[in-house]
């Protein structure tokens, strides 16, 4: 989990310092969609060959596919506008807090996953970093 939020942090200043002044959000969401299908498909072409066999088999849930995607497009997008106006490590830390914790709270409270105390706390101590590194 430290090494994918190495790369994941590492993405989001290099795309703040090299790419986010030379193309538009939208531009960088195609050219990053693009390479994301071709390596991805290459991935599971070579690695999980009879994988493919499950798009047909579970086509009724490329709704749920397609909406997570539109979900995820959004984040990226306003995520990408808020670090091309504001201080990348602030930003980062908000979202990286806010975002486990609506997991935990949208699991707890949607899909009825357990809350551990250790959880809660997280929870708790997440919000208040928030507040902390919103507070001038």
Same mark, same amino acid.
């Given at each position: 989990?430290?090494?994918?939020?190495?790369?994941?942090?590492?993405?989001?200043?290099?795309?703040?310092?090299?790419?986010?002044? !030379?193309?538009?959000?939208?531009?960088?969401?195609?050219?990053?969609?693009?390479?994301?299908?071709?390596? %991805?498909?290459?991935?599971?072409?070579?690695?999980?060959?009879?994988?493919?066999?499950?798009?047909? !088999?579970? %086509?009724?849930?490329?709704?749920?596919?397609?909406?997570?995607?539109?979900? %995820?497009?959004? %984040?990226?997008?306003?995520?990408? !506008?808020?670090?091309?106006?504001?201080?990348?490590?602030?930003?980062?830390?908000?979202?990286?807090?806010?975002?486990?914790?609506?997991?935990?709270?949208?699991?707890?409270?949607?899909?009825?996953?357990?809350?551990?105390? !250790?959880?809660?706390?997280?929870?708790?101590?997440?919000?208040?970093?928030?507040?902390?590194?919103?507070?001038?």
């Amino acid at each position: 989990a430290t090494i994918v939020c190495l790369f994941w942090s590492m993405a989001s200043v290099l795309e703040k310092y090299y790419l986010l002044d !030379k193309f538009t959000p939208y531009e960088l969401l195609l050219l990053r969609s693009i390479v994301f299908f071709i390596v %991805g498909l290459s991935l599971v072409c070579i690695y999980e060959p009879s994988k493919l066999g499950n798009i047909k !088999k579970n %086509g009724r849930y490329l709704i749920w596919v397609f909406l997570i995607c539109i979900v %995820g497009i959004v %984040g990226t997008l306003m995520f990408w !506008k808020a670090i091309n106006n504001n201080n990348v490590g602030t930003v980062s830390s908000i979202v990286g807090s806010l975002r486990i914790t609506f997991a935990v709270l949208i699991g707890y409270l949607f899909f009825k996953e357990a809350l551990s105390k !250790k959880q809660l706390l997280g929870v708790v101590l997440a919000i208040f970093s928030v507040f902390l590194i919103s507070y001038k």
